[in-house]
């Protein structure tokens, strides 16, 4: 008889035991076998058994002569061969998705690729200005943020202390802001550094910056900086401009007044809210810039360098004192003056106010008769002319 393979597989179709019903004989119950059924605990493997039925050989044995009678048909069992092939489990295993990387900084734009023109009689506007700026103490000379670093020692906590004051400064006036460098200072036992930034408890520097706008946040943003000064940079400010905006709070108009004040380079112009405002009144940019990055851009492209360190603490200055945010003082401004500002407002004459008044006065008849009292109402801005009638 030939002999036959039967392949079983846990993934084709499973064998049935057949069992007579308890209850009914005619009717026949199927239920997994129990040797299957342990196979599908192994999914991966698959049993090929290989039998070959007893085969009946006629003649004899190798042994047997040919002079021999004809022997019996000799039974000869052959054994049956059960082959296990494992077949290889295909195990895909999902590769965990790479974490996301932190947002890459984009890098701070440094010119234009069509430079802006350089406007018209720029140089004697801006000669003026600094003329004028030599007559007025600002607060920004007293309490800007290049005086923060005047009470420090160390030099780095020098350069620390610039950019502290730089973070706390945006939307606060200069006077908050250096009162809240103090109270930092006195708060972290006399000097303000790195490692008391992180020691400090963030009720701490709350306390101590709660005046300035914004303090919730800037809380946050000094103790995450400070933490990534310790690990990235050695403790210290760094020294480019892309670097420090990576830092949390620090925009382009800080990194660049950080880089002049704390490292003496000079790598681009400061521009915050005064600068913006004032040389767009002045016609500088056609048209119009939108915001203070655009209008660094243009005056980069056309202020000479060596221009860029000075002309923020100039303009703040002069926006402080004369070209304010609301109702600028043009009657004070050499520039309205001398028609040199296009947004030059003429100063309108100021209004009196008329009062009236009312005065008493006595006529007296010489003839013995009773007082007879006038009262005349007059406005102040004019002339009384008083004038007695006599019958």
Request: glycine residues 4%.
């Amino acid at each position: 008889m030939a002999s036959f393979r039967r392949t079983i597989s846990t993934r084709s179709l499973t064998r049935l035991a057949a069992k007579a019903s308890p209850y009914d004989s005619a009717v026949t119950l199927f239920e997994l076998d129990s040797s299957e059924s342990s196979s599908l605990e192994r999914p991966t493997k698959r049993v090929k058994l290989e039998e070959d039925h007893d085969e009946f050989l006629q003649g004899s044995s190798q042994d047997a002569t040919p002079d021999s009678p004809p022997s019996t048909p000799v039974k000869r069992k052959v054994r049956k061969t059960i082959k296990v092939e494992k077949t290889e489990t295909e195990i895909t295993l999902k590769s965990p998705s790479p974490s996301k990387s932190p947002r890459k900084q984009k890098p701070i734009p440094q010119s234009l690729k069509t430079p802006h023109p350089a406007p018209e009689n720029w140089k004697e506007v801006y000669d003026k200005i600094r003329e004028m700026r030599k007559d007025i103490v600002a607060p920004v000379d007293t309490m800007g943020c290049d005086q923060a670093q005047s009470r420090e020692e160390d030099p780095k906590n020098r350069r620390y202390a610039t950019l502290v004051s730089l973070m706390l400064s945006s939307q606060t006036k200069d006077g908050v802001t250096d009162a809240a460098v103090m109270n930092l200072r006195k708060a972290f036992g006399g000097s303000i550094s790195v490692d008391a930034m992180i020691a400090a408890e963030d009720n701490v520097i709350s306390e101590a910056i709660a005046k300035v706008g914004f303090w919730r946040r800037k809380t946050q943003y000094l103790k995450q900086a400070a933490i990534q000064l310790r690990d990235e940079f050695d403790s210290d400010v760094p020294k480019t401009v892309d670097e420090l905006c990576s830092l949390p709070g620090v925009g382009p108009k800080m990194a660049f007044l950080a880089l002049q004040i704390a490292w003496n380079l000079n790598h681009g112009i400061g521009v915050d809210v005064h600068v913006h405002r004032i040389t767009n009144r002045l016609g500088w940019h056609k048209p119009p810039t939108k915001n203070p990055e655009e209008t660094r851009l243009n005056l980069q492209s056309w202020l000479p360098r060596e221009l860029h360190p000075e002309i923020n603490h100039m303009l703040v200055g002069f926006g402080q004192m004369v070209c304010l945010p609301v109702r600028p003082r043009c009657d004070q401004c050499v520039l309205s003056k001398d028609k040199l500002c296009p947004s030059a407002q003429t100063p309108k004459a100021k209004k009196t106010k008329v009062k009236s008044e009312v005065v008493k006065t006595e006529v007296v008849n010489h003839a013995g008769l009773p007082k007879i009292e006038i009262e005349l109402e007059y406005d102040n801005l004019l002339t009384l002319k008083e004038e007695e009638t006599y019958n």
